[in-house]
T-cell receptor, first 113, second 112 residues
Framework: NAGVTQTPKFQVLKTGQSMTLQCAQDMNHNSMYWYRQDPGMGLRLIYY???????DKGEVPNGYNVSRLNKREFSLRLESAAPSQTSVYFC????????????FGPGTRLTVT | QQQVKQSPQSLIVQKGGISIINCAYE??????FPWYQQFPGKGPALLIA?????SEKKEGRFTISFNKSAKQFSLHIMDSQPGDSATYFC???????????FGAGTRLTVKP
């Protein structure tokens, strides 16, 4: 059981470049989430997917898009990266029958220059 | 603005001491209050959580105290150990847990 996996672990982009962060979970969870973590700000929800085929905006969705590819996978896309998107990105998953505990992946450290 | 306010930003405690971290919220729709522990280079992991129908929950050395009328909750770590040194986040969400709001985090250092 790998839990929640994220790729890549590190990425450096130039302003204006695009990229997709990948996330997969093997716990058969219905809900998946993308957060960003910045110093002094805690974690902020970017998008979430309550179930396969649905996505909703969180607290800070601007500049991002998501795709819930199937029950296992939830990707986050930056279409035109900006320095303000330099952050550590975490994917998480949860299931109502598991008490709604969110299980987090190891994170992707993204730097936009 | 942040919907969950956490204090202090950093905390230094001697081994064996009590660590106390406080959080306050405004949104009365919140009804699930977890605490997460994060070690450097890792993702956060659930430590303990409470719902507002109880005022206290204890798991080992970790206790959440919850004051619904004051809209405040706190984490107490008894007999703090160097291995407890980490960043702690409080959070809150409404009943479906799909819009979790986190505090800014507290960096705890337990000195041996």
């Amino acid at each position: 059981n790998a839990g929640v996996t994220q790729t890549p672990k590190f990425q450096v982009l130039k302003t204006g470049q695009s990229m997709t962060l990948q996330c997969a979970q093997d716990m058969n969870h219905n809900s998946m989430y993308w957060y960003r973590q910045d110093p002094g700000m805690g974690l902020r929800l970017i998008y979430y997917s309550a179930s396969e085929g649905t996505t909703d905006k969180g607290e800070v969705p601007n500049g991002y898009n998501v795709s819930r590819l199937n029950k296992r996978e939830f990707s986050l896309r930056l279409e035109s990266a900006a320095p303000s998107q330099t952050s550590v990105y975490f994917c998480a998953s949860s299931e109502a029958t598991d008490g709604y505990e969110q299980y987090f992946g190891p994170g992707t450290r993204l730097t936009v220059t | 603005q942040q919907q969950v306010k956490q204090s202090p930003q950093s905390l230094i405690v001697q081994k064996g001491g009590i660590s106390i971290i406080n959080c306050a919220y405004e949104n009365t729709a919140f009804d699930y209050f977890p605490w997460y522990q994060q070690f450097p280079g890792k993702g956060p992991a659930l430590l303990i959580a409470i719902r507002p129908d109880v005022s206290e929950k204890k798991e080992g050395r970790f206790t959440i105290s919850f004051n619904k009328s004051a809209k405040q909750f706190s984490l107490h770590i008894m007999d703090s150990q160097p291995g407890d040194s980490a960043t702690y986040f409080c959070a809150a969400s409404p009943n479906n847990n799909n819009d979790m709001r986190f505090g800014a985090g507290t960096r705890l250092t337990v000195k041996p």
